[in-house]
Each structure stands twice: as C-alpha cells, then as structure tokens.
C-alpha cells in the first residue's frame, strides 16, 4: 500500500507563494488501476512528482512499502527512482539511435532484469519490431516502447502523466488497455494522472483534485 498523510506542497513564498497540494490524504493499493483526474492547475503533477520521488513535499508523508520517502535522502530517492518507479510521460522520451530493444533493455539493467525485455515488448505487442529505431514507428507504438520500458525493472509503482495526449483516441484507449493489464499484478500500482475524465470507467480506484485539494475520492470496482 502507499498512503499519502496530510501531504503539503508549496511553491514560493510571501506574495508569490502557490500552494499546489494542500493537506491531502489518500490511499493506493497494489492490484489498482488508479486514475487521478483534475484540470489544469489541479496538483494532479504534482502529485505525481511527489510519488515518484521527483520532488519533496512542504510537510507530509508519502509511505511507500513502510517507508516514508519524504524523509529520504537524495541518494535514496535516487534509489528509488531507480528500483521501484516506472515512468510513462506524455512523450516518450526514447534514444533515437537504440532500438526498440536496445531502449528497453537500459531500463532492465537498471535491476538486473535484462532476461525480461524481450517479454516487455511482445506483453506490448511489439515483439516484431525490437529491431527498428524510434523514428520507424508510430506514436502508438512508441507509447508501447515507453511502457514496455517502464515495466521492465519490475516496478512497485507505475506512474503515468497524460500518457496518451500526444495520441488519437483509438490509440489511446489501446494504451489504457494495456496499463489496465499491467495493472492487475498484486504486486504493482499503476497511477494514471490526467485531465480526461473519459478512462474513468476503466478505473479501479479514480481521485479528483481541484485547487491541491481531494474533491473526491472512490473505489469504483471491487
């Protein structure tokens, strides 16, 4: 479980200070598809930010398998970051001159899971095309690659910011599709945070933010 306590996050200070997530609280199990949906200037990145070790909170707690990562140091989250987080953005953020494979395979090393990658990328359906370099594919198949690559360190938390804004929405309900599978091992968290209330009945588990603050916040399947 990751529980997030009492968690504060402030930007500035005196006249300028912007308070983007204030004194939220909320719960995420393993198993769970969990969408985190708010407009623009909602926090919902910021969110994200502080459950991927990406930024520090003001005040708060973000318990992460019995640890508190607020309290860790720049090496540990480093660690973290590293071990135990997977990262799907928007864009994918690929090498051009690596292979599909070769792409995947710098997130296995990382944990030692290199036997893994070619498992990734057929779990994304992209098993025919290891071989060929980014700029040969289509977005869709390169949100596949980032996935693929996301997952294969063997995450405990696989968070996802707007990982299907770049595409059609075709394409992007096959990505949905794809992370909603992921999703269903006990032993990892998928967290898609995103402005489009349209994959909310995919969800397991759908927090809505407004102004830093949990509006609501429901277990929508057993």
């Known amino acids: 479980m990751i529980e997030i306590k009492n968690l504060v996050k402030k930007y500035g200070s005196g006249d300028n200070e912007i308070t983007a997530l204030n004194d939220v609280s909320l719960k995420i199990n393993p198993g769970e598809f969990t969408v985190i949906l708010g407009p623009s200037g ?33 090496r540990q989250l480093t660690d973290y970051r590293r071990t135990r987080v997977g990262f799907v953005f928007q864009f994918y953020n690929l090498v051009e001159n690596l292979t599909v494979y070769e792409n995947v395979g710098i997130a296995a090393k990382l944990n030692n899971n290199i036997d ?65 599978r992921y999703s269903q091992s006990d032993d990892t968290a998928v967290v898609v945070v995103t402005h489009n209330p349209d994959i909310v009945y995919m969800a397991d588990h759908v927090i809505r933010l407004s102004d830093g603050k949990v509006i609501s916040d429901e277990i929508t399947h057993s």
């Open 42 to 74: 909602s926090g919902k990145s910021t969110m994200l930010n502080m459950l991927g070790g990406m930024d520090r909170p003001t005040k708060g707690g973000i318990i992460v398998e019995g640890e508190d990562i607020a309290g860790f140091s720049d």
């Open 116 to 180: 893994k990658v070619a498992e990734c990328i057929k779990d994304v359906g992209l098993e025919k095309r290891m071989k060929n370099f980014p700029n040969q594919l289509s977005g869709g198949e390169m949100q596949r690659v980032a996935i693929a690559r996301a997952v294969a360190k063997s995450p405990k938390l696989l968070l996802c910011d707007e990982p299907t804004g770049a595409l059609d929405v075709a394409t992007g309900n096959k990505i949905f599709d794809i992370l909603k």
